[in-house]
Every structure is written in C-alpha cells, then in structure tokens.
Nanobody
Framework: VQLVESGGGLVQPGGSLRLSCAASGSNFRSYTMAWFRQAPGNEREFVGAIRSSSSNTYSTDSVKGRFTMSRDNAENTVYLQMNSLKPEDTAVYYC??????????????????WGQGTQVTVSP
C-alpha cells in the first residue's frame, strides 16, 4: 500500500490550499481515510477523517468551518480543502488509511498506512 500526498506549499494567512492523497495497493473504498499534522516540537495531531461511505466526515474543532475533507473512490484519492489558513496551521500534513471503529477515528496508532507527508507553511 502506498499513499502519496501532494498540494502543500507556502501560503499567506487567510489563503487556501488543497491537499491530495493518492492511494494504491489497497481496497481504497473500504477504508477510513484521515489527515494528521505535525508541527515542529509537537505530537502528531488529528485533523479530520472521512469514512468509506464518503458521507460521514469528522474533524478537530480547530479546523471546523475552515477545512473540508472529501474523497473520490473512483480515483482512489482523498482531499483536504483548507481555507482561511492561519499561521498555527503550519505543519507537515500526513494522510493515513485504516479500518477502525468511530471511537478510535482520531487515534493515529489505529491507522495502518501512512504517506510521507507534505509541508504546509502559512506565513506573511
């Protein structure tokens, strides 16, 4: 299984980015897909997740109303649309894949596979 993130970069506060994560080698549509992020000196943090059905998404409070997750099961790709970006959103963003119960959806240890990460920097 391989997960490859793309779309990171440098953006000014208030700007937008869309991250993509392309999956291969798994039955993509059967898995929950998630985004985590890790800033220097911090632990890896749950950002959001989208269930295999595509209709149920979950996100951490700090990004609600600004970040949106979606997935295209035909293209084996999950997206993270990030709007109204803030400097505190600066981090390496990782996508992850797993099959897990709802109560564990924010636990990084429950995900099987991880991408290599893509850097997002929000700075004037």
């Amino acid at each position: 299984v391989q997960l490859v993130e793309s779309g990171g970069g440098l953006v000014q506060p208030g700007g937008s980015l869309r991250l993509s994560c392309a999956a291969s080698g798994s039955n993509f549509r059967s898995y929950t897909m998630a985004w985590f992020r890790q800033a220097p000196g911090n632990e890896r943090e749950f950002v959001g997740a989208i269930r295999s059905s595509s209709s149920n998404t979950y996100s951490t409070d700090s990004v609600k109303g600004r970040f949106t997750m979606s997935r295209d099961n035909a293209e084996n790709t999950v997206y993270l649309q990030m709007n109204s970006l803030k400097p505190e959103d600066t981090a390496v963003y990782y996508c992850a894949e797993g099959r897990l119960i709802l109560s564990a959806i924010s636990q990084s240890s429950m995900y099987y596979y991880w991408g290599q990460g893509t850097q997002v920097t929000v700075s004037p």
